[in-house]
């Protein structure tokens, strides 16, 4: 585990995954539960934790008290060697709790990618309360740490802000600028951050002028051999202006004159070092310098050579697209800093202050709401998604979008609306590699997977050394049972430098299904080492699982449920027992599945993969009041209402012998068949059980066709045994007898007690 995974503060660096505290590189003893109680306090830095909070993170039930916790503080105490009487690094607030108070700089692998990539914040996170989980939905493809399920979390791939995806690349006969960092010489704090954030966004109406993304701009620092957080200087933006093709870099200042402010802005080809565009504003007070900020773009964008015509239809003042008031819009950009940190605290207090200061302030009423939904909060994330989309009304065009398209997936669940959404703004900003890459995403969410790999292959054309344009058009061709290209794109990627762990589970996932087994060795070698282990586990057990390897399988997950536990995500370790339920059931151990349900905390009223596989193993209440509760009058969760509702109910028809009634309550889910392997099969089943036989094959044949659609699944080997009883029911013993030889050569190292995996055995035989 090297440096890149680690978090920095003052002369110590931490390393979680190597469990590890070390001072100038000499490592300093600790014992586990010290280490973990630092973890979690530099994990939160500036913020009051709690007693509490530590000892349910860290113990969790088990019966201690205050004095272990107080141990485990005097022990870091002394290996950071700071005195109790002192402050230092953990500060205790009595009657309250602890605080780290050192600025901690993390580089953890899941913010930087380790490839100048934008931050892509949990993307993990469950909208359990709109019943997204089907099948491994919450898991495959959301369930990737860099693959978000959710809109909002992609749009972070521009990595500038949590709402902004609105950088327009370069339309024919545009501009593509390097934009500076903005040089604020008035000794005024309050225009810090402030002025650069205000002028991108001005300047990002435009599709006529490109701003190289933060991404780009990040990954061309590091590969200068610079952190990818440097201040961009002039000297540093012409060199990467140069590597990326730009044409021109842009910079801004403020000076002051006397009591009055002096705005500048110079674009400066970075060919040929002749000055393209300049603008020079005076300002009587700090009231004006927004206005002055907004006719200084239009200006630079004139001379840059846009139109009226696209300046007058795609300028919107900024004090009308963000906020009037100077320090909302500082507070915004801050939260934006500590958004790009990973500080989703320190962002959430940041961005609240923002619409304390303007309620009318829409994007920060958004970027608040992405803060609460990268923490797991829907609820909350939920209220502030609708404020921000009931004060859109005068952003710009392209914000208005955003927000529009979030709102629908994110705060409602309506990945249709939310696509057109998409789809009006990349006709405004065809080149937007960040639009497309949503895009992507929508679609592969949906399984409309043609549509998937073109919209990614834009994102690629538009932004080729994107890691996460790479990934997405990588699962895109893999979900597409494209598998020769999605290796071709992903081993790319790893080439260039964009070696993180989306791009690696994906190779492992099509070499486990291809049986690769040199492959698999050497990206479970790569991910073993690289977080989130987590998630590594996760693919382990159902690589396990897609051969029938229960026993291993159960290892897998169970690691995998402690990891996530202790990386803070309850709800995510909870959905792992449903990974070993799914197969439990498949596997025909019911009881094994009962057993593991009842382990799983709450009524599973929420969850539709819970009631789906209640209901599978004899209880039928759960997913009966599932259904009950659900098609509310205007309701649009599309994977609610097309897929988690319909799954349930026909379940509970099939079960109580309606074959006929369940194949019809399907029939909402046949437009998104190819998102998980669960719609046809569960309707393969309910048309053997009607006698409709040739159905049930070509279902079964659907599933063995597209095996992509979920590559480390069980069900697709299991396509071969049920479609071989199809066909023993057809009174075809040839090709029934082809498809059991495929299926027990493919689970020729399953676990020899499996009950299915014996009950083929014994129905081949008697063919």
């Not at 959404?421 to 409309?448: C, H, M």
Request: proline share 4%; aromatic share 8%; with cysteine.
């Amino acid at each position: 585990m090297g440096q890149a995974d680690s978090r920095r503060f003052g002369e110590f660096r931490l390393d979680p995954v190597e469990q590890a505290l070390y001072r100038n590189e000499a490592r300093v003893p600790l014992n586990r539960r010290a280490f973990e109680v630092l973890v979690y306090l530099v994990d939160h830095p500036g913020r009051v934790v709690t007693k509490e909070e530590l000892l349910q993170h860290i113990w969790g039930d088990a019966a201690v008290d205050e004095n272990n916790l107080t141990q485990s503080i005097s022990a870091l105490r002394k290996a950071l060697d700071q005195r109790a009487d002192e402050s230092g690094y953990i500060m205790t607030l009595a009657g309250r709790g602890y605080q780290f108070t050192a600025r901690v700089e993390d580089s953890v692998a899941f913010r930087s990618q380790a490839s100048g990539e934008g931050m892509l914040l949990d993307s993990r996170t469950v909208r359990t309360s709109s019943l997204m989980t089907q099948g491994r939905r919450h898991i495959s493809p959301s369930r990737f740490p860099w693959l978000p399920v959710a809109i909002v979390v992609l749009l972070l791939a521009a990595g500038y802000g949590a709402w902004r995806w609105t950088h327009p690349t370069v339309s024919p006969g545009g501009t593509r600028l390097v934009l500076e960092s903005f040089q604020n010489t008035t000794g005024d704090t309050q225009f810090d951050q402030t002025l650069g954030h205000a002028l991108q966004i001005d300047l990002e109406e435009s599709p006529f002028v490109n701003l190289l993304s933060q991404s780009q701009v990040g990954a061309t620092l590091m590969d200068m051999q610079h952190k990818d957080s440097d201040a961009l200087t002039h000297a540093l933006a012409v060199e990467v202006c140069e590597r990326n093709s730009a044409q021109a870099t842009l910079q801004g200042a403020i000076a002051r004159l006397g009591q009055s402010f002096v705005l500048t802005f110079e674009a400066i080809s970075c060919v040929s070092g002749k000055r393209l565009a300049a603008s020079k504003t005076e300002v009587a007070s700090k009231d004006d310098v927004l206005r002055a900020l907004d006719k200084a773009a239009d200006s630079i964008r004139r001379q840059l050579g846009e139109s009226a015509a696209s300046r007058e239809r795609y300028e919107t003042p900024i004090m009308q697209s963000t906020t009037s008031s100077l320090d909302a819009l500082r507070a915004y950009s801050l939260g934006q800093e500590s958004f790009a940190r990973g500080d989703m605290p320190g962002a959430q207090a940041l961005f609240e202050q923002a619409v304390a200061l303007d309620p009318n302030f829409a994007s920060a009423y958004m970027a608040l709401a992405t803060s609460f939904f990268n923490r797991g909060d829907t609820d909350h994330a939920t209220k502030f998604y609708t404020m921000a989309y009931e004060r859109r009304a005068h952003v710009s065009q392209g914000e208005r979008l955003t927000i529009e398209a979030t709102y629908f997936a994110n705060g409602i669940g309506d990945y249709e609306e939310a696509i057109r959404r998409i789809k009006q703004f990349v006709q405004i900003y065809p080149n937007s590699d960040t639009a497309w890459i949503t895009l992507t995403d929508s679609y592969t969410e949906l399984g409309e997977y043609p549509e998937a790999v073109a919209a990614g292959e834009n994102a690629v054309r538009n932004n080729p050394h994107s890691g996460i344009s790479a990934e997405v058009l990588a699962r895109a061709y893999q979900r597409a049972n494209r598998f020769a290209d999605a290796k071709r794109v992903a081993r790319k990627a790893i080439a260039e430098g964009k070696d993180h762990w989306g791009i690696h589970s994906i190779l492992f996932q099509i070499a486990a299904f291809e049986r690769d087994t040199a492959n698999v060795q050497s990206e479970t070698a790569w991910m073993m080492v690289h977080p989130p282990l987590s998630y590594t586990y996760d693919d382990l057990g159902f690589a396990a699982t897609l051969w029938g390897r229960l026993h291993e399988g159960i290892d897998d997950f169970n690691h995998a449920r402690i990891e996530f536990t202790r990386n803070g995500d309850p709800t995510t370790a909870e959905l792992q027992q449903l990974d070993l339920v799914r197969f439990q059931i498949l596997a025909g151990e019911p009881d094994q599945a009962r057993a593991s349900l009842k382990q799983m905390p709450g009524d599973g009223g929420d969850l539709s993969d819970k009631v789906l596989f209640q209901a599978r193993v004899g209880d039928l209440a759960p997913a009966k009041r599932f259904v009950a509760n659900s098609g509310s009058p205007g309701e649009r969760d599309t994977l609610s209402t097309h897929i988690g509702v319909p799954l349930a109910a026909a379940e509970v028809d099939l079960q109580e012998h309606r074959p006929l009634d369940a194949i019809r309550a399907l029939e909402p889910a046949k437009p998104y068949q190819l998102n998980a392997f669960d719609i046809p099969f569960l309707r393969a089943r309910a048309e053997t059980a009607a006698g409709q036989f040739d159905a049930a094959a070509a279902d079964y044949r659907l599933m063995l066709t597209n095996p992509g659609i979920d590559t480390v699944a069980a069900e697709y080997w299991l396509a071969h045994l049920y479609l071989a009883r199809v066909l023993v029911l057809q009174h075809n013993t040839a090709a029934a007898r082809a498809e059991y030889q495929t299926f027990l050569s493919g689970w020729a190292a399953a676990d020899p007690d499996l009950p299915i995996l014996k009950a083929a055995k014994a129905e081949f035989a008697g063919l």
